[in-house]
């Protein structure tokens, strides 16, 4: 598709080298709160346009009268529409923008004032409100710990012969995160074992108790997701010592930083992540919308 341009300046299309001729400076000038564009930007190139789904992705990017850059969509369906933060008219305009292109959004993902912004704005032009669906912060490494008591057993990276357990625990996270969305399975584990994107914690016998993926370094950021113990494990410091021995891993393999994001309805874990180290960088929320009014 090619790009398009609007009276609020922005330009769509989707291809994803396109998108980054424009973007890719005004992405990495923030690696940390352009973690998502960034990570799925560079999945695309990797993985090819039907990475994320069978749905074709959609950029955007908003020019500035000088051709700078102010600000970066991107949507790879069926997840939630993803933003930069904009100003109320920069908001209104892309709102307008997507509703005159035709384009579904039935869910929006940003840092949180955006999301907020853009709900009651997307309220205000459909009379459809928005549905908080969640509610996260984003945590960068800043004193890396190992948890205290540490768990016995050991850090390993995942291997071939581990595709199956990670295929299952895969699809245990994606239940337990109560998503509509979800990559397939063994798709997901495929693309994972291909860059070494998984570590195991085994206990002492060698049996895996818990996982925690990272995802592939651009811009010079990466970030741990997911991280899952299997419920009937849980409780006994496993995931906490996976987490801190992945986020080692990637300091030592030459991450400038490493982030992770957070439910903050599960106390638990954000609590766990500030304990071995990480610090609040941003709280997002992500929101269900609907086309029109019921």
């Known amino acids: 598709m090619a790009p398009e ?3 609020s300046d922005w330009y769509f299309t989707s291809d994803v080298d396109e998108f980054l001729a424009h973007a890719q400076d005004f992405l990495r000038s923030r690696p940390d709160l352009h973690t998502i564009p960034l990570t799925v930007t560079e999945q695309l190139r990797r993985r090819g346009p039907r990475a994320y789904g069978d749905q074709p992705p959609f950029f955007g990017h908003l020019a500035r009268s000088d051709g700078s850059v102010a600000a970066a969509l991107l949507h790879t369906p069926p997840y939630a529409l993803h933003t930069t933060p904009l100003t109320a008219d920069e908001t209104a305009g892309l709102v307008d923008r997507l509703l005159a292109l035709g384009h579904p959004v039935p869910g929006f ?43 016995e057993g050991r850090a390993r990276v995942a291997g ?82 996976v987490t801190a021995e992945v986020s080692r891993a990637a300091l030592a393999a030459g991450a400038a930083e490493v982030l992770l994001f957070a439910d903050l309805a599960n106390p638990t874990s954000n609590a766990l992540y500030q304990r071995i180290g990480y610090r609040q960088v941003a709280d997002w929320a992500v929101y269900d919308l609907a086309e029109k009014a019921p």
């Open 5 to 7: 341009r609007g009276t």
């Open 109 to 151: 993902s940003a840092e949180r004032a955006m999301a907020e912004a853009f709900a009651a704005e997307w309220e205000r032009r459909t009379g459809a409100p928005g549905e908080l669906r969640e509610s996260l912060r984003l945590y960068r490494l800043a004193e890396p710990k190992a948890p205290s008591p540490a768990p």
């Open 160 to 241: 071939a012969s581990d595709r199956d357990l990670l295929i299952r625990w895969y699809e245990g996270f994606v239940a337990d995160a109560g998503t509509r969305e979800g990559r397939d399975g063994a798709d997901w584990a495929d693309f994972r074992l291909s860059y070494d994107g998984v570590t195991l914690w085994e206990t002492p016998d060698g049996t895996p108790v818990s996982m925690a993926g990272v995802t592939l370094a651009v811009a010079g950021q990466v970030r741990v997701a997911p991280v899952y113990t299997p419920p009937e494990l849980r409780g006994r410091g496993y995931a906490g010592a």
